[in-house]
């Protein structure tokens, strides 16, 4: 029988708040050991993902000020989830097919969760997370 994306996910995702500056995140980020935080609203709905790339690319890179940058101004269309009662392989056909290596985990409107290439690496056979990697990074 399958895994559950819930069985297999790093639970208890911190976000960071859509009106938070982007030095705030990439604080948290150093602070959590994590490449990327879900963005979520004043309504506690998920918003987007920021990862330390976009904080290098979209306002190092640009001359941004990240005191005065919004995560909310990083976050572009609706965000790739998947449902926490999902089986763990459609996660993988999700994440190959959006080509990110992770994924906001939902329940209902409710951020549970964030699966990542690791958390399925443990938990699939080793030819489908080769697979995985070989999409996303092709």
Avoid: W, Y
Avoid at 26 to 52: F, H, N, Q, Y
């Amino acid at each position: 029988m399958s895994k559950t994306v819930r069985e297999i996910m790093t639970g208890d995702a911190e976000c960071i708040v859509e009106n938070e500056s982007v030095l705030t995140a990439a604080e948290k980020m150093a602070r959590l050991d994590v490449g990327s935080l879900p963005i979520c609203g004043m309504d506690d709905r998920l918003k987007g993902m920021l990862t330390d790339r976009d904080i290098v690319v979209k306002v190092l890179a640009e001359g941004k000020d990240p005191k005065q940058t919004k995560a909310s101004d990083l976050a572009q269309g609706k965000p790739v989830t998947i449902g926490a009662d999902d089986p763990a392989e459609k996660a993988l056909r999700t994440m190959s097919e959006h080509k990110v290596r992770r994924l906001p985990v939902i329940d209902g409107q409710d951020l549970v969760g964030v699966l990542s290439q690791g958390d399925l690496a443990r938990a699939l056979g080793r030819e489908q997370v080769g697979e995985l990697l070989e999409t996303i990074s092709a």
